[in-house]
């Protein structure tokens, strides 16, 4: 079996933006440099300005069409003396993997995308089924989309999760000092969302339980930590409004202490339309919270309804409230069923256990 060492790994994803597929790519970059794979990492296009990846190669793709990148890309996969390529998305996927086959070397892809469309026939991905060495998915229900929609043989196909380093993960936060930064109340319960402010992340339903539960009104906060675009920001803003709830609904925007904001709240709510994976799920997890999400996509594999949270049907306000209100209620189930999703975390959701699996396919490809 190949070694680490022996393998030169061209790491590339098509942006680096706020996002679950950015922190996994940046965790995976790190994790395999640890184990002593030489990783040169990629993107098609600058990050953004909190990203801090050193050595990162900006090999950006012009709009459209880009035969160009091609001969750059063989050309940097030849100075590199690259023997492995690791993409992140089908646009990298593509112009990797068609420099790959040029030049022999296997390229294998990891799907994130939530949007079940990509997932279904298309001219990209079936010349993807023809360049791609391996599959690589964060869960397998995205798995079994691959083999069923794409028609791709089940050998070639891989899950490995997302996970968190559990050992790195701030101890030493005092949840009444944060309250009393952050400025949120200690006599509340405090619910918090973090993602995206489309609707695929069920935001809106979150709020629409609150309205309809007056428990959930006098007894608890929701914060939303996320950013959208203008018309997105706008839609949950006049939502709120039109329900009464600014006092118990704040848009919080895009937040660099999260940790924070997990280490004070009480309950972890998102209600996703779809979800690949779900990588907020483990961060929630791995600082003891329980969780209302819903039973679709990824979380169902990460969630174990009754145990480490509650997971109810997508698209319903009724379910959520009062799955909340469970929580709202005891403070043993909260306590409990944290302390159960830790437990579960620590063992099955680590940037160790993702390493490992990497590691396996990596090394068996080459082999």
Not at 199 to 220: F, M, P, V, Y
Not at 298 to 310: F, V
Not at 326 to 346: A, C, D, T, Y
Request: glycine residues 6%.
């Amino acid at each position: 079996m190949t070694h680490p060492s022996n393998i030169r790994l061209l790491e590339v994803v098509q942006s680096l933006e706020k996002g679950g597929r950015t922190n996994r790519f940046i965790d995976t970059v790190i994790c395999l440099q640890k184990s002593g794979v030489s990783v040169t990492p990629m993107s098609f296009s600058p990050p953004a300005s909190w990203v801090r990846l050193p050595n990162l190669i900006e090999l950006n793709k012009k709009p459209g069409i880009d035969w160009k990148l091609i001969f750059k890309l063989k050309a940097l996969l030849k100075i590199n003396n690259i023997n492995l390529i690791h993409a992140h998305c089908e646009c990298s996927q593509l112009y990797v993997g068609i420099a790959g086959k040029l030049l022999g070397i296997p390229v294998i892809g990891t799907f994130h995308r939530s949007d079940l469309s990509f997932y279904n026939k298309s001219i990209i991905n079936t010349f993807l089924t023809y360049i791609l060495s391996a599959f690589i998915t964060v869960s397998n229900d995205r798995q079994t989309l691959l083999i069923q929609n794409l028609k791709i043989d089940a050998k070639h196909c891989h899950v490995v999760y997302g996970g968190t380093s559990i050992n790195d993960l701030p101890n030493n936060i005092d949840k009444i000092k944060c309250c009393n930064e952050l400025q949120v109340p200690s006599n509340k319960i405090i619910l918090l969302s973090i993602g995206h402010l489309g609707a695929i992340k069920g935001h809106q339903d979150t709020i629409t339980a609150i309205a309809n539960s007056k428990i959930l009104r006098e007894s608890t906060l929701l914060y939303i930590a996320g950013e959208g675009s203008e018309h997105e920001n706008r839609v949950l803003i006049h939502q709120v409004k039109k329900l009464g709830l600014e006092q118990q609904v704040i848009l919080l925007g895009q937040v660099n202490n999260v940790y924070k904001w997990l280490t004070i709240c009480d309950v972890f709510v998102q209600p996703s339309l779809e979800e690949a994976f779900g990588l907020v799920f483990i961060e929630a997890g791995a600082l003891a919270k329980p969780v209302v999400a819903t039973n679709i996509g990824g979380i169902k594999e990460i969630i174990q309804s009754e145990e480490t949270g509650i997971l109810v049907p997508p698209n319903s306000p009724k379910d959520l409230a009062d799955a909340i209100t469970r929580f709202v209620r005891s403070k043993n189930l909260r306590e409990q069923m944290g302390m159960n999703n830790f437990e579960r975390i620590s063992s099955c959701f680590t940037v160790e256990c993702m390493r490992k699996k990497y590691l396996k396919v990596f090394t068996n490809l080459l082999s």
